[in-house]
C-alpha cells in the first residue's frame, strides 16, 4: 500500500490542507476506468476531471476558485452503518447506479442537455435513465475522472467519515457536491449544480 503524504499531493492547492494534519491517502490519482483496488474502510474519495475536459456548454464545473479540477469529494460509509468507501464508490460506475448515486445524477444534470439526456422516475421516485443513456454516463465517468481514496483507519485525526468529508470540502471546494449548508459555504457552484438537478427531475417528471 502506497501513503502519500500531504506534502506529496498532485496540485499547489492541495498545500492549503492543515500541515498538522499529515493526511495520508490510499493511492495517488487514477483514471476511474483503470481503479483496480477500492478499501473496503470507512473514509472518503476525492474525484476530479482530467485535465481540458469541458463539462457543460455554459458552465465551467471543472474550474473551482483553487483550479485543482476537484468536482467532487465523497462519503464512504456513515457512522453506524456497514457501508464503505467500495460499496459507495462501486456504484458510481454501474450503469445502474443512478438512483442510488448522488455523483451519477449530477454527472447526468450537467450532461443533460449537450447529450439530450431523457431522465425518468423509477418505481421509487428516484432519477434514472434507459440503457444508452445509463452508459453514456458510466463512460463520462470512467474515461474523464479520476479518483484516489482516503481512509478513517490511517487518519486517526478524524472521528468520521464525516468529519474527513466536511474537511475536505471545505479545503478542496467541489464544484457537484450539493448536499448541505455547509456545501453551500465552499462550493462557488453551489447554485448551479441545484438549478441544473431541478431542471433534471423537472424533465423527469413529465
Same mark, same amino acid.
Given at each position: 500500500?502506497?501513503?502519500?503524504?500531504?506534502?506529496?499531493?498532485?496540485?499547489?492547492?492541495?498545500?492549503? /490542507?492543515?500541515?498538522? !494534519?499529515?493526511?495520508?491517502?490510499?493511492?495517488?490519482?487514477?483514471?476511474?476506468?483503470?481503479?483496480?483496488?477500492? +478499501?473496503?474502510?470507512?473514509?472518503?474519495?476525492?474525484?476530479?476531471?482530467?485535465?481540458?475536459?469541458?463539462?457543460?456548454?455554459?458552465?465551467?464545473?471543472?474550474? %473551482?476558485?483553487?483550479?485543482?479540477?476537484?468536482?467532487?469529494?465523497?462519503?464512504?460509509?456513515?457512522?453506524?452503518?456497514? =457501508?464503505?468507501?467500495? =460499496?459507495?464508490?462501486?456504484?458510481?460506475? !454501474?450503469?445502474?447506479?443512478? +438512483? %442510488?448515486?448522488?455523483? &451519477?445524477?449530477?454527472? =447526468?444534470?450537467? /450532461?443533460?442537455?449537450?447529450? !439530450?439526456?431523457? +431522465?425518468?422516475? %423509477?418505481?421509487?421516485?428516484?432519477?434514472?435513465?434507459?440503457?444508452?443513456?445509463?452508459?453514456?454516463?458510466?463512460?463520462?465517468?470512467?474515461?474523464?475522472?479520476?479518483?484516489?481514496?482516503?481512509?478513517?483507519?490511517?487518519?486517526?485525526?478524524?472521528?468520521?467519515?464525516?468529519? /474527513?468529508?466536511?474537511?475536505?470540502? *471545505?479545503?478542496?471546494? +467541489?464544484?457537484?457536491?450539493?448536499?448541505?449548508?455547509?456545501?453551500?459555504?465552499?462550493?462557488?457552484?453551489?447554485?448551479?449544480?441545484?438549478?441544473?438537478?431541478? *431542471? !433534471? &427531475?423537472?424533465?423527469?417528471?413529465?
Amino acid at each position: 500500500m502506497k501513503f502519500l503524504v500531504l506534502t506529496n499531493i498532485m496540485t499547489m492547492s492541495f498545500k492549503i /490542507l492543515s500541515a498538522s !494534519q499529515k493526511l495520508k491517502f490510499y493511492s495517488d490519482f487514477l483514471k476511474i476506468n483503470d481503479i483496480k483496488k477500492i +478499501p473496503k474502510k470507512k473514509g472518503c474519495y476525492i474525484i476530479r476531471i482530467l485535465d481540458g475536459i469541458k463539462m457543460h456548454p455554459k458552465l465551467s464545473f471543472e474550474k %473551482n476558485i483553487l483550479s485543482n479540477r476537484i468536482i467532487y469529494v465523497g462519503l464512504g460509509g456513515k457512522k453506524g452503518t456497514n =457501508s464503505t468507501i467500495k =460499496s459507495r464508490f462501486t456504484k458510481h460506475r !454501474q450503469d445502474s447506479g443512478t +438512483p %442510488n448515486s448522488t455523483f &451519477r445524477r449530477s454527472i =447526468s444534470a450537467v /450532461l443533460m442537455e449537450e447529450n !439530450q439526456l431523457n +431522465p425518468f422516475l %423509477n418505481d421509487s421516485d428516484k432519477i434514472d435513465h434507459c440503457e444508452k443513456e445509463r452508459k453514456i454516463i458510466t463512460d463520462f465517468i470512467k474515461h474523464n475522472c479520476e479518483c484516489r481514496f482516503i481512509t478513517i483507519n490511517n487518519n486517526k485525526n478524524f472521528d468520521s467519515a464525516e468529519d /474527513l468529508e466536511k474537511y475536505l470540502v *471545505e479545503h478542496l471546494k +467541489p464544484t457537484l457536491n450539493c448536499k448541505d449548508s455547509h456545501d453551500k459555504e465552499h462550493n462557488e457552484y453551489f447554485d448551479d449544480i441545484l438549478e441544473l438537478r431541478k *431542471e !433534471q &427531475r423537472n424533465k423527469a417528471a413529465l
